[in-house]
C-alpha cells in the first residue's frame, strides 16, 4: 500500500509541476501577443506619419513655386512635425523589442531548475545505492 501512496504523490507532484508550467507558459504567450499588437500599431502609426511627412514636403517643393509668404513655413513645419513623430515612435518601437527579454524564458528558467532538481536527485539517489552496496559487502 506504501508503494500505490508514494507513486500517487509522485503522480500528483508531477500534474503540479506541469500545470504550473502550463500556467506560466499561457502568461508569457498573453504578454507576448500584447506586446506584438501594441509594436505593430505603434509601426503602423509611425509609417503613416512618415508617410505625411513625405507628402508634406512634396507638396513644400510643389508649392515654392506660388508666390504667397509663409505657406513654405507652415507646411515645412508640419513635415518636421510629422518626420520627427514618426521617428520617435519608430525608435520607441526599436528599443521596446530590443530591452524585451526572450519569449518565454521565465517558463524555460523555470524548466532548466526542474530539471537540475532531478538530476540533484538523481544523483543522491545513486550516492544512496552506493553507500547501501557498501555497507552490504562490509557486512559480509
Known amino acids: 500500500m506504501a508503494l500505490r501512496e508514494s507513486i500517487g504523490d509522485v ?6 509541476i506541469l500545470r504550473t508550467r502550463l500556467e506560466l507558459f499561457s502568461l508569457e504567450a498573453a504578454g507576448q501577443r500584447v506586446h506584438l499588437t501594441r509594436s505593430l500599431a505603434l509601426v503602423l502609426v509611425g509609417g503613416l506619419l512618415l508617410t ?7 507638396l513644400t517643393i510643389a508649392l515654392l513655386f506660388w508666390q504667397t509668404d509663409y505657406r513654405y513655413w507652415a507646411l515645412g513645419l508640419l513635415t518636421a512635425a510629422y518626420a520627427v513623430s514618426g521617428a520617435c515612435i519608430l525608435l520607441h518601437v526599436r ?6 527579454p526572450a519569449p518565454f524564458s521565465a517558463t524555460l528558467e523555470e524548466l532548466r531548475q526542474d530539471l537540475a532538481l532531478l538530476d540533484r536527485l538523481r544523483s543522491s539517489d545513486d550516492d544512496d ?3 547501501a552496496d557498501g555497507a552490504g559487502r562490509a557486512g559480509e
Not at 11 to 16: A, F, I, K, Y
Not at 95 to 100: R, V, W
Open 11 to 16: 503522480v500528483s507532484t508531477l500534474g503540479c
Open 129 to 131: 545505492d552506493e553507500i
Open 95 to 100: 528599443k521596446s523589442f530590443l530591452e524585451q
Open 52 to 58: 505625411l511627412a513625405l507628402l508634406v514636403f512634396t
